[in-house]
């Protein structure tokens, strides 16, 4: 057996889907029967996080938000993903190699997923953020704090892939509705 092939087969790959876009990706990857990472969804909001498919998930900011979201502000899901810390520490660790997905432009994928990136490099683990731009329709607040939420992020993984939603609407088929062109991003 190669060296490489050892390793991979003993990795341990975690996938930690934050906020609402983040969720919703981990979700997916369930559904389509994505087998050997362990799947992980952490939100502020209290209601999509008990809708998740992930078997491991974290409320974050439960004495900040109250289960109710972050209200599209990334300075809250922040100040969330800094509440449970610890909590982050604990699940993420043990990882070889983690994944960070996330939506960006909104509050908690935008504000959390830079903490939760950093604990996973501190940890040692390879990290990998995936992260979706907001819809050209959604609005410059939730481009410009996309693009701080980005900025921030880069300097927390070992690798960024940033996808445009934009370009998901290019390669939709035609007849598809805007519910699932936001479960599509």
Do not use: Y
Request: net charge neutral.
């Amino acid at each position: 057996m190669l060296e490489n092939d050892k390793f991979s087969s003993n990795a341990v790959i975690k996938v930690i889907g934050v906020g609402g876009a983040g969720g919703n990706a981990i979700n997916t990857m369930i559904e389509q029967g994505l087998s050997g990472v362990e799947f992980i969804a952490a939100n502020t909001d209290v209601q999509a996080l008990a809708s998740n498919l992930a078997p491991i998930k974290i409320q974050l900011g439960r004495e900040l938000t109250k289960g109710l979201g972050a209200g599209a502000n990334p300075e809250v899901g922040r100040d969330a993903a800094l509440e449970d810390k610890a909590i982050i520490q604990e699940v993420l660790s043990g990882a070889d190699m983690v994944f960070v997905t996330a939506g960006t432009g909104g509050g908690t994928g935008t504000g959390a997923a830079p903490i939760i990136a950093q604990v996973a490099r501190e940890l040692g683990a390879l990290t990998v953020g995936v992260v979706t731009k907001p819809f050209s329709f959604e609005g410059k607040r939730r481009k410009v704090h996309s693009e701080q939420g980005i900025q921030s992020l880069k300097s927390c993984v070992d690798t960024l892939i940033t996808i445009p939603n934009q370009r998901l609407l290019s390669i939709a088929p035609p007849q598809m509705s805007m519910l699932d062109g936001f479960k599509l991003a």
